[in-house]
């Protein structure tokens, strides 16, 4: 896995309007297994009431991100996409509440289904965000995943000063090399 710094390259995932190089950090993953690994890390530091917008492309490795950052959260049991229910709910010492915005109909269905109430007991990773963007908390974590020859490319934008100290101990992280 190695590092991404230049806001050149983090441009080509994700809209210029929203990054710049203070509160954003980009990654590439060379196997799904440091993607998991990725997610486990951000798992160990998530609270509740954190909101995770994971965006990108088929196949990009949302599921698999989710699934590490479940085991980093000490979630147990397998995770699997929430495709066809729109959300499923993983108890652990927080509620990990995993959703997917690729079948509504209306950003407005996900606040419908209950965002809100998730927010209130747990974290919430929703894969396809950019699909509802309108209803997501200011403050969410945004993660683009996409293609990066054989990996992946991952950006990780912050909100707050919370997830900016989040991506610094990311940064600082060494688990992976």
């Known amino acids: 896995m190695k590092t991404v710094a230049t806001e050149k390259e983090q441009s080509m995932y994700t809209d210029d309007a929203k990054i710049n190089t203070e509160d954003s950090w980009a990654v590439v993953t060379d196997c799904t297994e440091h993607t998991v690994l990725l997610g486990k890390c951000i798992g160990a530091l998530v609270q509740p009431g954190d909101c995770l917008a994971l965006c990108g492309p088929l196949g990009a490795g949302k599921t698999n991100f989710v699934t590490g950052l479940a085991e ?3 979630v147990e049991g397998r995770v699997a996409s929430p495709s066809f229910v729109v959300m499923r ?3 652990g010492p927080i509620y990990l509440y995993h959703a997917d915005a690729y079948r509504l109909g209306s ?3 996900l ?3 209950g965002l809100d109430e998730w ?3 747990g974290v ?3 894969e396809w965000a950019e699909l509802v963007e309108d209803v997501l908390p200011s403050d969410a974590l945004r993660i683009d995943l996409g293609y990066e020859g054989d990996g992946r490319r991952i ?3 912050a909100h707050t000063g919370r997830h900016q100290e989040m991506l610094e101990v990311l940064k600082r992280c ?3 090399e």
């Open 107 to 109: 950003p407005a269905e």
């Open 124 to 126: 919430v990773a929703i």
């Open 155 to 157: 950006i990780f934008t």
């Open 174 to 176: 060494d688990c992976w």
């Open 111 to 113: 606040e419908e289904a």
């Open 89 to 91: 709910c993983h108890p």
């Open 119 to 121: 927010l209130e007991h």
């Open 72 to 74: 980093g959260m000490g």
